[in-house]
């Protein structure tokens, strides 16, 4: 179990490492120069070459990865071109948004989910069946923008229920962050809810079908019992990675409605830094929010350790 | 062709319904722009009316026609979205397939996937749009990098299990070569499989070039893309629902369709699927009485 956990663990490491590569080479390699950005179109040929001096960029390509590496494992982010401080602060200060939404739609969409999937998957073929499979179908589909688009000009201009766009922290002022949370999240969940749904379902009915459910009718238990205790807690065991493997979109959701709601959140810092060319940023928070989809997918494999037997001994 | 058909229809009616539905999205962005009013042309007197016989589904902000321009938008998405599933299944293809069948020597690249895996889609596009700049060229390579991972998973797992299978034994013992196994064995009975991710990266990659284009790193407008549209049209929300509505339901359908053909595949070239659906007349079965 333990050696297992270690093996985790290196995997994560070595995964990190990799993200980080991935992120120097991006944005260093590719064509379009850094410094010339920074300088603008006013600079003189000797301002752009002090400011390349500045960014370590005279230097050969490994010097610079082994430097920015060594930053980037004491948490040094680089500093930020266009708020001229630290990123790793900046980047801090956007964290909390864009947890919060995504913990909020994925509890809030799992609570939906199961039950509804039970009620489908018990009773196949009935109105629920239908309606939840049409709502899965599209729900997959829909772009997350549009939707919010859409709802905001319901929800938030015609009627007035809730704000149109912004944030309140809603752990200092309850009252005032919620309404703002609503829309986003319902947004998000509409996704969530699509996939889990589609994979639970799928998960309960090939589970129905495997004989050891059989042996459990043979040796007397209720339907229910079969069911709720043999069929359900299997069925429920690969849709923890589902939610794992969800992360991605989720995470890649929020940063697209951020933009759209005005959530000073991961997503909007990075849509603005691309808008200033602000390449630590960029860096930074590209990095940061792999990081969050990296650690919560190791967390949910912990999970998924503690509650399958089989995973352990294999 | 027809006996074919026929007998498709009769095993899944659905699957059918959606080829057709396909068939004629391609046939109306094919043909659509040269039967519809220019998907260009600015007619400022005529802003952001409502649907009408002239124009069915009313004009944008330029004045300019909104059904031909989300014709002309599809196009430009689907092209986009075709050519960049195509990268990525071959791409992700080989690697998966070589990285399966030589499983040891050829990890490391699967390594590099999962670091590529490590980022959400929309999060690694932008960085990468950010670094190559935008344009319809660096949307395709971007979206490319991002989903070639997701096809090289797939076809790797599906080339580790065949690689165990009998006959490839059998080829070996023989004494056929290694790359030849591949081409002969592996890569035909991998196929099905990859023919069914594609559609579904498909699918996606309409989803991404909408998010990319709707911020404005896609294709740049005038070119109209579904993204870009509704980008363009969020100004005028309320005014003009149809200019915002319209767009955003086209890529519904044609995600929505992509999907349904992929699952409708998947249940012809995977048995298991096929019990899934089979399930279901098996309990109605069950409940009701027997007959002889």
Known sequence: ?????????????????????AIFFIVRVIPGDAALAVAGDQATPEQVEAIREAMGLNVPLWQQYVTWFGQLLVGDF?????????VAPIILSHLLP????????????????????IGVALYPRNWLWRTVNRFTAVGIAVPEFWLALLLVTVFAVTFGAVPVSGWVNPFVDPAAGIPHLILPIVV?????????????????????????????????????RVFYRHAL???????????????????????????????????????????TRDYAIIQGATIVIAIIFVVLNFIVDLIYLLLDPRVRVS | MLAWLRRLWRRDREFVVWLAVLLLLLLVVVIGPSLLPSAYVQSPGERLQGPSGTHLLGTDGYGRDVLARVVEAGRTSLLIALVIAALATVLGSVIGLVSGFYAKSASVLMRAMDALMAFPGIVLSIALVAAIGTGALSEIVALSVVFTPYMARISRSRALHLAGRGYV????????SGPRILLTHILPNALPTILVQSLLIFAAALLLDGTLSFLGMGVQPPT????????????????????????GLAIVLAVVTLNAISAGLRSIVDPRARALASMFVMRRERRAPRRA
């Open chain 1, 98 to 117: 864009t947890v919060t939404l995504a913990l909020a739609a994925t509890v809030l969409s799992i609570a939906i989910t199961v039950p509804l999937s």
């Open chain 2, 169 to 176: 034994l059998a080829a070996r013992s023989a004494g056929v």
């Open chain 1, 188 to 224: 998000l969940m509409v996704g969530q809810i699509s996939t889990f749904a589609l994979m639970l379902r799928d998960n309960l009915i090939g589970e129905m079908l495997q004989p050891y459910l059989r042996t459990a009718r043979a040796k007397g238990a209720r339907e229910r």
């Open chain 2, 224 to 247: 109209p893309t579904w993204g870009n549209m509704i980008a363009e049209a969020r100004p005028y929300l309320s005014i003009a629902p149809t200019f915002v509505v319209a767009p």
């Open chain 1, 1 to 21: 179990m333990l050696g297992l956990i270690l093996r985790r663990l290196r995997d994560l490491a070595i995964v990190l490492v990799l993200v980080g590569t």
């Open chain 1, 233 to 275: 807690p299997n069925a429920l065991l690969p849709a923890v990675t589902v939610v794992g493997n969800n992360l991605g979109t989720l995470l890649g959701g929020i940063v697209v409605l951020e933009t759209i709601f005005v959530i000073p959140g991961l997503g909007s810092l990075l849509f603005q830094a691309v808008s």
């Open chain 1, 78 to 86: 680089g500093t930020s071109t266009s708020f001229h401080t630290p």
